[in-house]
């Protein structure tokens, strides 16, 4: 296949800078360290077991338990290793946070700092990794505080606590059959498929829109029973499909990836629920606000799509913690905004589908 007509990672983000004529080009330098350091873990998961990266701790890997209280795979540890190192070097980073370290990462003394500030989930969906299930990373960037550009002091948590509406950028890189780096600067959302034979990135998907309407959903229903009401009525009517009020079959998905159901949902449309529930009152959610929901909540908005909470957006939360957990629930708008809708209305409704009520195929 020819690659006439087709534009680089380097050649968008070059076109991307245009419109701010007074950029130094440090920006479009740490995606492209970015977009390194994915090329770099893709090929370390298309190696698999043959490069030995698989599986749990390993003599030459410092793994263990992360902050989450879950066990780290060899590839998590490696995969983080190569943004911090990758990404360190440029002169164009603050800091860094990530899900594999419970603290923000400095940048060493002997590099020079930056303006900006990068949050990350080195590899998601890890614990498929072993099962041949596709994967991804997901990664922010947000501008410092002036105080720690004007200063060059270490970076704290509290630097990194900034609504989804202050992000420059967001991304996920995908390893699947094909490995892609899926990007927003703020204009739109453009997909880049990896052109194994000339190491780079090409614009294969240059205006991702995600359709306003869907058949689709995902959500883990192993946990209905904790479940809050309204999530419980949105799945209910789903699944009741022509003959219920929703008037029309939909199917119903579950990768255990999150990148991966963005994906699906930024090619094909669908809604995609982590939300709020009772099974640990402790975490009010799941995914993590600052390097998983809002990462994913911008891509989805800039490709006409809809983030939230369930009850408010998810760009607009404020950040009180760097490892923060949220409820998310994303993809196609009119589907995002009616369980929005049934957050907001009085509980009136009485559970009475065979499926997960108390007396159901899974209760006895």
């Not at 967001?170 to 699947?176: D, K, M, V």
């Not at 009517?237 to 255990?256: H, Q, S, V, Y």
Request: hydrophobic fraction near 40%.
């Amino acid at each position: 296949m020819t690659t006439r007509r087709r534009f680089t990672l380097t050649q968008y983000l070059i076109e991307q800078r245009r419109r701010f004529p007074s950029a130094s080009g440090d920006f479009n330098a740490l995606l492209l360290d970015v977009a390194l350091a994915c090329k770099a873990i893709a090929r370390s998961v298309a190696f698999g077991e043959l490069g030995a990266v698989l599986g749990n701790p390993a003599v030459d890997v410092a793994t263990g338990v992360n902050v989450q209280g879950e066990e780290q795979k060899r590839l998590d540890v490696i995969s983080n290793a190569y943004f911090t190192e990758m990404t360190e070097w440029g002169g164009h980073l603050a800091g860094m946070a990530s899900e594999e370290m419970d603290e923000p990462y400095q940048i060493p003394a002997a590099q020079q700092r930056g303006k900006y500030l990068m949050v990350f989930d080195p590899l998601d969906g890890s614990s498929n990794i072993d099962v041949n299930v596709t994967v991804g990373s997901i990664f922010s960037i947000l501008r410092a505080p002036q105080d720690v550009i004007d200063s060059g002091r270490d970076v704290v948590e509290a630097d990194f606590l900034q609504p989804g509406t202050q992000q420059l950028a967001a991304g996920y890189a995908l390893y699947g059959p094909t490995t892609m780096l899926v990007l927003t600067v703020g204009n739109g959302v453009a997909g880049f498929t990896l052109d194994p034979n000339l190491g780079q990135f090409m614009l294969t998907h240059p205006n991702l829109k995600v359709p306003e309407d869907t058949q689709e959903f995902a959500i883990n229903a192993s946990n209905s029973r904790f479940w809050e009401a309204p999530v419980k009525r949105y799945v209910d009517e789903c699944l009741a499909g022509k003959t219920g009020p929703r008037g029309k079959d939909f199917n119903m998905r579950w990768i255990a990836s999150m990148v991966a159901e963005a994906h699906r949902i930024l090619m094909r449309g669908g809604v995609f629920m982590y939300p709020r529930d009772t099974k640990d009152t402790s975490k009010p959610g799941r995914l993590r606000l600052l390097y998983e929901a809002n990462p994913i909540a911008m891509i989805m908005e800039q490709a006409g799509g809809r983030a939230s909470t369930g009850r408010e957006p998810m760009l607009t939360v404020q950040p009180t913690a760097l490892h923060q957990r949220i409820g998310l629930v994303f993809g196609s708008k009119n589907e995002v905004e009616r369980i929005e809708r049934y957050h907001r209305e009085p509980v009136a409704y009485k559970d009475d589908n065979p499926l997960f009520a108390e007396r159901s195929l899974f209760r006895a």
